[in-house]
C-alpha cells in the first residue's frame, strides 16, 4: 500500500512538472537584444516590449516578434531604358533594416504573413519588398532622362551610391530603411564591375574646441553612459572620418515605460548606441569637418534621434566630447575590371 501511495505521489509530482513547464513555455516569451516584441490578441497589438523574458497569457494571447536592428541584404536586377530608348542592365546588392518594428508588423498582418521569429539563414529570401521595388522605381526613372554619355561616365552609380542619403530613402510602408546599395554591375556603364576600394584612416587629431564645454548637465547625474566607440562618417563632399571618444549619459525617466520596451540597462545601452550610430550618420551627411567639429560640442542632438527616447522611458543627461577625437580617411581603390575584349 504504501508503495502503491509513493508511486501515486511521484505520478502527481510528474504530471505538476510537465504541466507548470507546458504553461511555462506557453506563457513565458524570450525577446532577443536586436528584436522587439508585440502581444497580440487576435491582430491587434495589446502591448510591446524590448529584449528580455515577458510573459503573455496562453491560448488568449500571441507573440509577434521583429528583428530591428538585424540588416539585411538582396540582390536586385533592374532591366530598363536610357533616354534614346537603349536598354540597359543594372545588378545591384541592397542592405536594409526594419526602422519602424511597428509599422513592419502591421505590414506583415495586413499581408498574411508569419510574425514568428524569422529566419536569420542569409540563404532564405527576404518577405521585405519595398527596399527592392522603391529602388527599382527610383532608378527607372533616372535611367529614362539619361543619355547614354552619361550613363557611360558612371553617372547612374554617382545616383546609385548617393540613394540611401536621398529624399526617396524615407521609411517605406513595410517599416524598412535601405542603408546603402552598392553595384555590381551596369551594362550600359564604362565604369562597373567597381573597383574594390580601402579607406586607409590618418593619425589621430583631437577637436580644436575647449574640451570644457563639452559635458552638459541637464539634470540629475546619469543612470547609465553609452560610449559609441569608432564612428565611421562620410561627410559634405564625401570626406570620410572616423569619430571616437564619444559619449552620452542617459536616465531613467520612467521605470514602467523603460521596462516593457527595453528591459534592461545592457539591452538599452545596445539599442541606444545602434540609434545614435545610425541617426548620427544620416544627420552628419550634410556637414564639412568644421561643421562636424561645431556639432561635437553644441547641445543639439539630431531630432530623428531625440525624439526616440521618450519611447525608451529615458533621457538624454549630457553629451561627454571632451575626449572626442577625429581621423580622416583616405580613399585608395584598386581597378578590377577586366581587359577589353578584342573584337
Given at each position: ?91 545591384a546588392d541592397i542592405q536594409y533594416r526594419i526602422a519602424d ?109 575647449d574640451p570644457s564645454r563639452s559635458i552638459f548637465n541637464h ?87 531625440r525624439k526616440n527616447f521618450a519611447r525608451m522611458g529615458v ?29
Amino acid at each position: 500500500m504504501l508503495r502503491i501511495f509513493l508511486f501515486g505521489c511521484l505520478l502527481i509530482l510528474m504530471l505538476a512538472v510537465m504541466t507548470v513547464g507546458v504553461f511555462g513555455r506557453l506563457m513565458i516569451v524570450q525577446i532577443e537584444a536586436a528584436e522587439e516584441g508585440f502581444v497580440l490578441r487576435g491582430d491587434g497589438i495589446v502591448r510591446r516590449h524590448g529584449p528580455g523574458m515577458h510573459l503573455k497569457i496562453p491560448l488568449l494571447e500571441r507573440t509577434a516578434i521583429i528583428g530591428s536592428l538585424y540588416v539585411r541584404q538582396q540582390s536586385e536586377r533592374v532591366e530598363g531604358y536610357l533616354s534614346n530608348g537603349g536598354q540597359c542592365t543594372v545588378d545591384a546588392d541592397i542592405q536594409y533594416r526594419i526602422a519602424d518594428a511597428e509599422r513592419a508588423l502591421k505590414w506583415r498582418l495586413a499581408s498574411g504573413l508569419s510574425v514568428e521569429r524569422e529566419s536569420r539563414d542569409p540563404q532564405e529570401q527576404s518577405d521585405y519588398v519595398e527596399p527592392a521595388r522603391v529602388f527599382s522605381e527610383a532608378l527607372l526613372e533616372i535611367m529614362s532622362g539619361m543619355t547614354p554619355e552619361n550613363a557611360k561616365r558612371g553617372r547612374i552609380e554617382e545616383w546609385i551610391s548617393n540613394f540611401s542619403r536621398s529624399g526617396d530613402n524615407n521609411i517605406f510602408v513595410d517599416g524598412t530603411r535601405i542603408i546603402s546599395v552598392k553595384a555590381t554591375d551596369i551594362t550600359c556603364s564604362d565604369k562597373t564591375p567597381a573597383p574594390v576600394c580601402n579607406v586607409i584612416f590618418g593619425e589621430t587629431a583631437p577637436f580644436d574646441a575647449d574640451p570644457s564645454r563639452s559635458i552638459f548637465n541637464h539634470h540629475e547625474d546619469a543612470g547609465f553612459v553609452v560610449a559609441l566607440g569608432d564612428l565611421s562618417l562620410i561627410l559634405k563632399g564625401q570626406t570620410r572620418v572616423m569619430v571616437g571618444g564619444l559619449s552620452y549619459g542617459f536616465a531613467i525617466v520612467d521605470q514602467d515605460t523603460f521596462y516593457n520596451a527595453v528591459g534592461t540597462q545592457k539591452s538599452a545601452t545596445s539599442r541606444l548606441r545602434a540609434m545614435l550610430n545610425d541617426g548620427l550618420r544620416q544627420s552628419l551627411g550634410v556637414v564639412d569637418l568644421q561643421g562636424l567639429e561645431e556639432f561635437m560640442f553644441s547641445e543639439s542632438v539630431p531630432e530623428n534621434i531625440r525624439k526616440n527616447f521618450a519611447r525608451m522611458g529615458v533621457d538624454l543627461v549630457y553629451i561627454d566630447a571632451a575626449n572626442a577625437s577625429y581621423r580622416v580617411g583616405e580613399t585608395i581603390c584598386e581597378d578590377i575590371r577586366p581587359p577589353p575584349r578584342s573584337r
